[in-house]
């Protein structure tokens, strides 16, 4: 498979919501989970977990090789998750998005 497709299906497995895909409901990830859950290191930590289980299928698939996510906070209420994968044929692809979370000082 090329670069190209599996960087899209990588972006569209982190972009839609677990259950979004009426043929597909396990495809997608939970982020919008974290939401309403006050920002602490666990929360960040499960961020990555979230990522790596929306991206699970890709490795069954033999899409990719390896996933690396990786969430840091960039303000009290938000993470920024960075995904880094490398393809079959040696390609790292790499994607990232912002996600909501309970602002500590607001909980």
């Known amino acids: 498979m090329k670069t190209d497709k599996i960087k899209e ?3 569209l497995s982190l972009s839609i919501a677990k259950g979004s895909l009426f043929k597909k409901p396990e495809f997608g990830h939970r982020f919008k989970e974290l939401a309403r859950v006050p920002a ?5 930590s499960q961020a990555e ?9 890709m ?5 990719l090789r390896s996933v690396n996510a990786v969430a840091t906070y ?3 209420d938000r993470l920024l998750v960075h995904v ?3 393809a079959y044929n ?3 692809i790499e994607f ?3 996600v909501e979370v309970g602002d500590v000082h607001n909980s």
Do not use: I, M, P
Request: aromatic share 12%; charged share 35%; glycine share 2%.
């Open 96 to 98: 990232s998005r912002f």
């Open 74 to 76: 960039d303000r009290n």
């Open 49 to 57: 977990s979230f990522a790596n289980e929306a991206l699970q299928w």
């Open 84 to 86: 880094e994968c490398v």
């Open 59 to 63: 490795l069954d698939y033999k899409h």
């Open 9 to 11: 299906e990588l972006e």
């Open 40 to 44: 602490s290191e666990n929360t960040r």
């Open 90 to 92: 040696g390609d790292v």
